[in-house]
């Protein structure tokens, strides 16, 4: 990118569809598929969710950049693309040693060269020519005549991307100008050999490049996306179901789950038109509850099953924020059995650090296993056991130099204990985490902390703040879809005053 950096009229053109540097989708996926292999209804709806998806990992991660795919080592794609790689430099090679050298393969090189170089700059610009040195014509010119100097063409590149480079790559463009004098210095085979390397360290450094270039797009285009960014995922997947109509099957299953799960007690009653008797209503429950009830259920999502299609973009945060949701309950079940009786309940009154110290035990040794429940067992009696130490420890330290052992038997098995099914306390507070959950999902305001959870509370209400802003965004974005498949779930067209069947 300049060093005076540019606008973002690299990222989203004129019709408001976002572009990646070079003019196609900011997506970084694969280019398409030969004609006749698919078809283009398919390849629509499959722009228009990548589209949709880059849209949304932009606008709700800060953090969110495009990097480089960098095949795994030892692996057998790393190995062909290295293959194929120093199969394609090793020909432009033997064609440059050629008498006289045979210049097809390098003018195709320039002629990428020449494109990545003029994609990198911003759209205002892009009509001022690139240096004399690497225009098209000029280039083919000379390789006809067998007078083109592929190391001075190099370095012209070179010093123009050192004029566009961000100051980041500062350090990778000095090394290809050092580069590019070696190759200017040496004479015979290993001019071109230094000639090839310098080309494809070019090649590397413009890789670079176009990811700055990329990733800058994206931060110039964030704000835009997070003011608007469920108008526009909004467009990007009606378009998609225009062309796959039968595409939220799995959103349907999941939200007939909540409707099953959803307590009678959240009905509202609702005028029913198809009543023989006037102003007769109905009972039916509030779509809105449903909806809250089924984001709940995705924080206990059983692993390995697939997400409904308008989360499947987030299963990464869906599967964070469980995992924080479980450790949390976890945390406070196990200080909920230490401080609650026992031998261990008068040795810890007004023991704040001892608390805040078992409640960091808790969390080192159950980190990754709260799920499934033989991990989470196995965790349990490590902190079990490390408590039982600790709590001897402070007993010694406030001078009781003997402890009940069936005491503190009993405690480590109430602890281990809290990964049984029906546990009394695991299950009382799972019950109350829920509950709280579920108030800020539904916006609720001033929801207490609920009683034996104040331990986790900064970190509970952490979690629900940003499970609540991932829910009211998705809704935002499906609220339409949601609401057409609920009416089919439990009311009637009529009684929602739509005017078709979901």
């Known amino acids: 990118m300049l060093r005076d950096e540019p606008g973002d009229s690299a990222a989203v053109s004129e019709d408001g569809e976002m572009e990646s540097p070079s003019g196609g989708s900011g997506s970084g996926s694969p280019p398409e598929s030969p004609p006749g292999l698919v078809s283009p209804d398919v390849h629509t709806a499959t722009r228009s969710l990548e589209k949709m998806i880059l849209a949304h990992e932009i606008a709700l991660d800060p953090d969110f950049s495009l990097q480089r ?31 006289p050298p045979e210049f097809s393969g390098a003018l195709r090189l320039m ?74 210095g040496d004479k015979g085979r290993k001019d071109v050999k230094t000639a090839v390397s310098l080309y494809r360290e070019i090649f590397r450094v413009l890789d670079l490049m176009k990811q700055d270039y990329a990733n800058f797009s994206i931060r110039c285009v964030r704000p835009w996306l997070q003011a608007d960014a469920g108008r526009y995922e909004q467009s ?22 909540a409707v099953s ?24 429950l509030d779509p809105s509850v ?28 869906l599967e964070e924020a469980a995992g924080h949701v479980r450790r949390l309950r ?29 409640k960091h035990v808790v969390d080192a040794l159950t980190q990754g296993a709260c799920h499934p429940p033989a991990m989470l067992a196995e965790a349990l009696g490590a902190v079990s056991e490390q408590l039982d130490v600790d709590l001897c420890r402070l007993a010694e330290q406030r001078g009781l130099h003997e402890t009940p052992a069936a005491a503190r038997a009993a405690l480590c098995g109430q602890i281990r204990d ?31 902390m609920p009683g034996g959870l104040a331990p986790v509370g900064p970190e509970l209400e952490n979690v629900a703040m940003k499970y609540a802003r991932l829910v009211m965004h998705n809704r935002n974005v499906f609220g339409t879809h949601y609401l057409r498949i609920l009416c089919g779930l439990i009311v009637s067209p009529a009684q929602a005053g739509l005017p078709g069947k979901a």
């Open 69 to 99: 795919h960098a095949p795994a080592d030892g692996s057998l794609e790393k190995a062909v693309t290295e293959a194929m790689h120093k199969a394609f430099w090793d020909i432009l090679e033997t064609e440059l040693s050629r008498d």
């Open 111 to 184: 002629g990428e060269i020449q494109e990545t170089l003029l994609s990198l700059l911003p759209s205002p610009t892009r009509r001022s020519p690139l240096p004399e040195s690497l225009d098209a014509g000029l280039l083919t010119q000379q390789a006809k005549a067998g007078t083109l100097d592929v190391v001075e063409v190099g370095d012209s590149v070179v010093r123009t991307m050192a004029r566009l480079c961000a100051p980041v790559r500062d350090a990778d463009v000095r090394a290809l100008a050092r580069l590019a004098e070696d190759a200017a």
């Open 236 to 257: 990007q997947f009606d378009r998609f179901l225009r062309d796959e109509p039968n595409a939220l099957e799995l959103t349907r299953r999941w939200l007939a789950a």
């Open 261 to 284: 799960h959803t307590p009678s007690r959240a009905s509202v009653f609702t005028p029913d038109a198809t009543a023989r008797t006037p102003g007769v209503v109905t009972p039916v």
């Open 290 to 317: 449903v909806l809250s009830q089924a984001f709940l259920d995705l924080l206990a999502w059983e692993p390995g099953e697939p997400y409904p299609e308008t989360v499947a973009a987030d299963r990464g945060r």
């Open 330 to 358: 976890v945390q406070a079940s196990v200080l909920l059995v230490v401080r609650g009786g026992g031998w261990a309940r008068e040795l810890l009154r007004g023991q704040h650090a001892f608390l805040a110290h078992a």
């Open 418 to 448: 809290l990964c049984k099914p029906g546990n009394p306390v695991a299950s009382l507070v799972a019950s109350r985490v829920n509950d709280y959950l579920k108030g800020v999902v539904e916006g609720r305001s001033s929801i207490p």
